[in-house]
């Protein structure tokens, strides 16, 4: 295969991946530098508009983190809690779930017309929920965020030594003080992580934002950018508010960088670690009762996506034009940003392999380093910033609107490289200590040895990263919401149009239908994963 011979090819992937994100910076510099945007600079509401992301960010990422540890401690504490397996599989699908899709089954329950505002009228109480504004923002992101926030932190505990319980039960610790010498420095290792993940994913939030923001007065960086090229179609505000939003995103990214990365190592589904203390029945019923209305916080708002978009009119929704072209728009790009990002996550992975394998047992070289590194380097640019740049660079020379199928299928492809390198690495890696020293003595190479003895043990991984990098790219709104036009329209764009002219019935059944295509795909990718991870 050409791209094992040598390191040209993951060379190329991180120039490909570095022209997007240097076009769109260009463009910006561009305007700065005297372009015919005008750049003035920042003006009062633009740093009202950078608090307020901030003030939701802070909260949303407090109000996760505080309700996750006691969450998680009480899952840690009963390993034997009926179907405690299948709600930590229940708490990884928020994040799987497209934003748009959470956003309406989270309307569902607390809106105006949902299950709760029901609830109240039933007990003769008069109050209205009203969820749009900073209410709906912190909701939503602890939809997101609690889930992830709880895994991460239950896999902390689970790191704990077993002797660690086994002392502590043969000294009469109390929980307190079980909390306080054995719990709690295990959590506080990796919470500075877990919180500035969370912020970052707050910072970055722009369905959540855009769909339950309510108004100007609720409007973080990533909308406020969006507005300002889509409707006003103010150039100078739309760069000084993508500089801010850069330089927030690279402040956070240091913060972590600092902070070191969270993980999820030691968790598993079935077991935990054993614990020989014996909680009093009230501690035990306090636990049970906290994974409860944990499982019905994360679970009604998915059930409502289900229930509310079955009772769509699809034999009118399904018939429609417009909704064909908009899912086979979202399948077709969906399907090229994929392709592309596992062509630059396998050439990446195989040209460090390529150079890890050429230095043996020597220190690691830079060009190692910067391909290892390379994948996620595309994350410092969030998406928004990415189109916003080529938006205002492109419209000195064509319509950026013309653009469209381009920049969703580019940026697509690149925010999913780094999760297609991370499903591939380890594959690769073990597909060429595996088979490098009698490829070699038997002189098979290129495309033969990948055809022949790579791609039977590459293929699961490679269906894994496909379908994952799929399904981010179907969910996407971002892009598609500053390029999309009538001719260009993906089911995210099309359900966005049905919430903003009030056919809810509409947008719920197309949350659905998007829903199915992107579980289905994570689905494959989990499956594809697992059984790629047998075959290891």
């Known amino acids: 295969m050409p791209f094992r011979a040598r390191p040209l090819s993951g060379i190329l992937a991180l120039v490909l991946l570095s022209l997007l994100a240097g076009g769109a910076l260009m463009g910006l510099a561009f305007e700065v530098l005297g372009g015919v945007g005008g750049f003035t600079g920042f003006d009062s509401y633009i740093w009202r508009i950078a608090r307020f992301t901030l003030l939701q960010a802070s909260l949303s990422t407090l109000l996760s983190v505080i309700l996750a540890l006691p969450l998680a401690r009480a899952l840690h504490a009963r390993p034997d809690f009926p179907g405690r397996s299948m709600i930590l599989r229940l708490f990884a699908l928020p994040l799987a779930l497209p934003a748009l899709v959470a956003v309406l089954g989270i309307t569902s329950i607390y809106g105006r017309n949902g299950l709760l505002a029901a609830g109240m009228a039933y007990?003769?109480?008069?109050?209205?929920?009203?969820?749009?504004?900073?209410?709906?923002?912190?909701?939503?992101?602890?939809?997101?965020?609690?889930?992830?926030?709880?895994?991460?932190?239950?896999?902390?505990?689970?790191?704990?030594?077993?002797?660690?319980?086994?002392?502590?039960?043969?000294?009469?610790?109390?929980?307190?003080?079980?909390?306080?010498?054995?719990?709690?420095?295990?959590?506080?290792?990796?919470?500075?992580?877990?919180?500035?993940?969370?912020?970052?994913?707050?910072?970055?939030?722009?369905?959540?934002?855009?769909?339950?923001?309510?108004?100007?007065r609720a409007t973080t960086l990533e909308v406020a950018i969006y507005q300002a090229l889509h409707f006003d179609f103010d150039i100078a505000r739309a760069v000084a508010l993508t500089l801010l939003q850069l330089a927030l995103t690279l402040a956070t990214l240091a913060f972590l960088g600092l902070a070191g990365r969270p993980t999820e190592e030691g968790q598993t589904f079935r077991t935990t670690t054993r614990r020989f203390d014996d909680p009093e029945r009230s501690t035990r019923l306090f636990g049970g009762v906290l994974i409860a209305c944990g499982l019905l916080f994360v679970a009604a708002p998915i059930a409502g996506t289900v229930v509310s978009g079955a009772s769509a009119d699809f034999g009118r929704l399904l018939f429609e034009p417009v909704v064909w072209r908009a899912i086979m728009t979202s399948i077709c790009l969906g399907a090229a940003a994929a392709f592309v990002s596992v062509l630059l996550a396998l050439a990446l992975v195989s040209s460090r392999e390529h150079v890890a394998t050429a230095r043996g047992y020597g220190p690691a070289r830079p060009l190692e380093r910067v391909l290892d590194l390379g994948a996620s380097l595309i994350l410092v640019v969030p998406p928004i910033v990415i189109g916003a740049g080529w938006f205002i660079l492109s419209r000195h020379y064509v319509d950026p609107f013309s653009l469209a199928p381009v920049m969703v299928v580019a940026v697509n492809a690149a925010m999913a490289v780094p999760f297609a390198f991370r499903v591939l690495r380890p594959a690769w890696d073990t597909m060429a200590a595996r088979n490098n020293r009698l490829c070699a003595q038997l002189g098979i190479a290129g495309w033969t040895r990948f055809r022949l003895i790579d791609w039977p043990g590459l293929k699961r991984s490679l269906g894994a990263a496909f379908a994952f990098a799929m399904a981010l790219s179907l969910g996407d709104l971002g892009t598609i919401a500053l390029f999309g036009n009538d001719t260009v329209q993906t089911l995210p764009y099309l359900l966005l149009q049905r919430m903003g002219s009030y056919r809810t019935a509409d947008a719920a059944g197309l949350a659905l239908i998007l829903g199915i295509l992107c579980m289905g795909l994570m689905m494959l990718a989990d499956r594809a994963q697992g059984d790629a991870d047998a075959g290891r």
């Not at 030594?161 to 290792?189: C, H, N, V």
């Open 123 to 216: 007990l003769g109480m008069h109050q209205v929920p009203d969820i749009y504004g900073l209410t709906g923002i912190l909701l939503a992101h602890i939809f997101f965020n609690l889930p992830l926030a709880t895994r991460l932190i239950l896999a902390s505990l689970d790191t704990i030594p077993e002797d660690y319980w086994k002392l502590a039960a043969q000294l009469g610790m109390s929980e307190s003080t079980r909390f306080r010498l054995i719990e709690w420095p295990a959590i506080l290792r990796n919470l500075p992580g877990i919180a500035g993940l969370i912020f970052m994913l707050c910072v970055t939030s722009f369905t959540v934002v855009l769909t339950l923001g309510g108004g100007p």
